[in-house]
């Protein structure tokens, strides 16, 4: 089984940062795939970024030079900053995890974003 565990949400201006952090323990093979998503209401969960284990990256086209996806290897931690915050970027933010053929989910994080 495998946890995942988000920290670093909150409540910021337009135009501001934030770092969101996820903490993976379990049995994690050493070949996965990292990502966060996000869900705003009424709407449907969407990909934001992944990574691979080989850091190779995907972003969302909208957050594409606002925000930065990483992972430490060693210590199975996903960060992502999130710069130039707009409203829009308002969602609940969930880390995920695809481990072989499974895949995982932690609880959220609250992102708000006010205008």
């Known amino acids: 089984q495998v946890q995942l565990m988000e920290s670093g949400g909150g409540l910021v201006q337009a135009g501001g940062s934030l770092r969101l952090s996820c903490a993976a323990s379990?049995?994690?093979?050493?070949?996965?795939?990292m990502g966060w998503y996000r869900q705003a209401p009424g709407k449907q969960r969407e990909l934001v970024a992944k990574?691979?284990?080989?850091?190779?990256?995907t972003y969302a086209d909208s957050v594409k030079g606002r925000f930065t996806i990483s992972r430490d290897n060693a210590k199975n931690t996903l960060s992502l900053q999130m710069n130039s915050l707009k409203p829009e970027d308002t969602a609940v933010y969930y880390c995920?995890?695809?481990?072989?053929?499974?895949?995982?989910w932690g609880q959220g994080t609250q992102v708000t974003v006010s205008s």
């Open positions: 995920n995890l695809v481990s072989g053929i499974r895949g995982y």
């Open positions: 379990g049995r994690i093979l050493s070949l996965n795939v």
């Open positions: 990574i691979t284990t080989g850091v190779s990256t």
